[in-house]
Structures are given as C-alpha cells and as structure tokens.
C-alpha cells in the first residue's frame, strides 16, 4: 500500500551530524503525517519526531529538541531527519513511519521502513 526507502544511516564520531532521508510511494494519500522513531539495544521503540505533509506542525521527543530536526520536500516525495550534536545515546536502529498525526500530537504509525542503523561512537 505504501512503501518508505530509507537511507543516510552509518557511523558518526559524537559532536557530528547525520541526515537521514525517508522517500515514500505509494498510496501516500491515506497518511497525512510521516514520523521517525529509534529503538537502542535494549530498549524499546520510542518516537523521535513527526511533521505534516500540509502545514507547519512538527513534533519532538525531548531528548531530541534543539539537535535534531525534521522536514519534507512535498514535490519528491521525501522527509528528512538533520541529525546535530549527535551523542552515544542517540545509537539505535532508525526508522520511517508513515500515519495520521492528530491535533493532540499523538502520532498513529500505519506504515514502517526498514530501517537504518545510526552508531554515535565517543
């Protein structure tokens, strides 16, 4: 139904920056939000950032806020996630979602990628 391709993922010294890329096909139309979340070694999947495929609505987990930032190029398809400041914390398993984002911030995930592999090293 809908299909994310992922890339941008790989292995930073801490301090540096990565950008990962998500670019959807598909039947887009059924989502009107497209979301990251990361999931570390042992620990759960937690939200990391969301954005609106209208409007200006973006959303932050707090771990992230003022490092990280999440955009879309609406004519390709695509959202991007800037990764800055990165930290050993931030290592973990990336992943794409596409869903509906609601107006109380809470983002439902329909779709995933595959993922891709971020590693912060000290």
């Known amino acids: 139904q809908v299909q994310l391709v992922e890339s941008g993922g790989g292995l930073v010294q801490a301090g540096g920056s990565l950008r990962l890329s998500c670019a959807a096909s598909g039947r887009t139309f059924s989502s009107n939000a497209m979301g990251w979340f990361r999931q570390a070694p042992g620990k759960e999947r937690e939200f990391v950032a969301a954005i609106r495929w209208s409007g200006v609505g973006t959303y932050y987990a707090d771990s992230v806020k003022g490092r990280f930032i999440i955009s879309r190029d609406n004519a390709k398809n695509t959202v991007y996630l800037q990764m800055n400041s990165l930290k050993p914390e931030d290592t973990a398993v990336y992943y794409c979602?596409?869903?509906?984002?609601?107006?109380?911030?809470?983002?439902?995930?329909?779709?995933w990628g595959q993922g891709t592999q971020v590693t912060v090293s000290s």
């Open positions: 979602a596409a869903g509906l984002l609601y107006s109380s911030g809470s983002f439902r995930s329909d779709y």
